[in-house]
């Protein structure tokens, strides 16, 4: 089993849609959880991090997180042209353990 | 404030060849973790920095090496090259007590070509 899951997509969604992001991973000691968005021909930059179990809102974006079922998501509501990119799940188990996963690739169409 | 710089942005090398990558983290940051991209792939970790000693290493061979400066800049060397080192190489900077929460600043990436 892989440690960490991801949809490389791509996943296509209409502009103005809700786009919804999902990582699985294997490692229950892993206990942050962060989502970084990765423009084409750039690096990572970080947008959204959770620490514990249920959601956590920041503008258009909302991370959720589910412990017992080991799955953290990424909603973008009212997606945009530029939130097209591609959204990277990364995990850390509070050691010095972390794990990027592969990567969905997302596109908004106007 | 000066973000995380990487140095050269690109180059070409050949099989059997050593590249040294530098890095100088973003001002107030400590911590130095090298990661590796391909094309299409999530960055695979390589190994991190902290005064000056390697803290943690991921799966990568010991033809991967690294150093911290006092100056918490960082090297990374690759000696003989393979056509499969081709890649973005990443630099990332944080805090020694952030990195735990996976905190990250990401320079530009210097893109190697093994020929």
């Known amino acids: 089993q892989k440690e960490v899951e991801q949809n490389s997509g791509p996943l296509s969604v209409p502009e103005g849609a809700i786009a919804s992001l999902n990582c699985t991973y294997s490692?229950?000691?892993?206990?942050?959880f962060f989502w970084y968005r990765q423009y084409s021909g750039k690096s990572p930059e970080l947008i959204m991090s959770?620490?514990?179990?249920g959601d956590k809102e920041d503008g258009r974006f909302t991370a959720q997180l589910n412990k017992a079922s080991q799955y953290v998501s990424l909603l973008i509501r009212d997606s945009q042209p530029s939130d097209s990119a591609t959204y990277l799940c990364?995990?850390?188990?509070?050691?010095?353990?972390?794990?990027f996963g592969a990567g969905t690739r997302l596109f908004v169409k106007a | 404030d000066a973000g995380v710089t990487q140095s050269p942005t690109h180059l070409i090398k050949t099989r059997g060849q050593q590249v040294t990558l530098r890095c100088s983290p973003k001002?107030?940051?400590?911590?130095v973790s090298w990661y590796q991209q391909a094309l299409g792939q999530g960055p695979q970790f390589i190994f991190q920095?902290?005064?000056?000693?390697?803290?943690q290493r991921g799966n990568f061979p010991d033809r991967f090496s690294g150093h911290q400066f006092p100056n918490y800049s960082s090297e990374l060397n690759v000696n003989a090259l393979l056509l499969g080192d081709s890649a973005l190489y990443l630099c990332?900077?944080?805090?020694?007590?952030?990195?735990?929460?996976?905190?990250?600043?990401f320079g530009e990436g210097s893109r190697l070509t093994v020929l």
């Open positions: 920095y902290y005064e000056e000693e390697e803290r």
């Open positions: 990364f995990f850390s188990t509070g050691g010095f353990k972390t794990i």
């Open positions: 001002s107030g940051h400590d911590t």
């Open positions: 959770i620490y514990s179990n």
């Open positions: 490692d229950r000691v892993s206990q942050s």
């Open positions: 990332a900077s944080s805090l020694s007590r952030t990195v735990r929460t996976g905190e990250l600043f």
